[in-house]
């Protein structure tokens, strides 16, 4: 099993965690700021503070370490 990823609301700021197993995108979705979306399957997208590549790099490290 992946270890969860923690990422910043932009909301509310507090901390949300993400399962890196159950990720299908990232994306960043233009404005001001742009916002970086996760998608889980097609039915569900987060968005998160992080920018896109502190993103990918938290998953991508996740994803390696399911030690």
């Keep these: ?26 994306y960043t979705h233009k404005g001001e700021p742009p916002d970086t979306i996760i998608g889980f399957r097609k039915d569900f997208m987060l968005g998160v503070k992080e920018n896109l ?7 991508d490290k996740a994803a390696a370490d399911k030690g």
């Design 53 to 59: 590549e502190e993103v990918v790099a938290a998953l």
């Design 1 to 26: 099993m992946s270890k969860l990823c923690k990422f910043t609301s932009p909301i509310d700021g507090k901390p949300v965690y993400v399962n890196p197993a159950q990720v299908s995108v990232v």
